[in-house]
């Protein structure tokens, strides 16, 4: 079996749809700064010296500002991502001398034989 080109850097940093995210990426972000937010109102009722979940309305209110929050910081992180796959891609693009497509090698290539001395 021929190993074949896969270290292609252009391959690498584009995303043709082969690529699925997981079940918890979208909403990873997003639930937890909505469990920060409902920790923090408890945090408030405990600094106050009030019960824990007295005032739900200020639970939910701080669980909706968290989750709002940690949606902005998905939208940010992945347009950042995005703007930064692009313009490495356009570097190499300009500079393919500097980025040559390698063959995938085996272990059994890189590595050397080894036999134990007793």
Not at 48 to 59: E, L, N
Not at 78 to 89: C, F, G, M, Q, T
């Amino acid at each position: 079996m021929e190993p074949s080109p896969v270290n292609d850097p252009l391959e690498i940093l584009t995303n043709k749809g082969t690529r699925a995210s997981s079940f918890l990426s979208p909403i990873w972000n997003p639930m937890i700064c909505t469990v920060l937010g409902f920790g923090t109102a408890i945090f408030v009722n405990w600094g106050f010296r009030r019960p824990p979940f007295s005032g739900i309305q200020k639970h939910l209110a701080f669980a909706a500002i968290g989750g709002a929050a940690g949606f902005y910081f998905d939208q940010k992180r992945n347009e950042y991502l995005a703007k930064r796959d692009a313009v490495l891609r356009h570097y190499v693009e300009l500079h393919p001398e500097d980025f040559p497509v390698k063959d995938r090698k085996k272990y059994a290539d890189v590595l050397e034989v080894w036999a134990p001395i007793r």
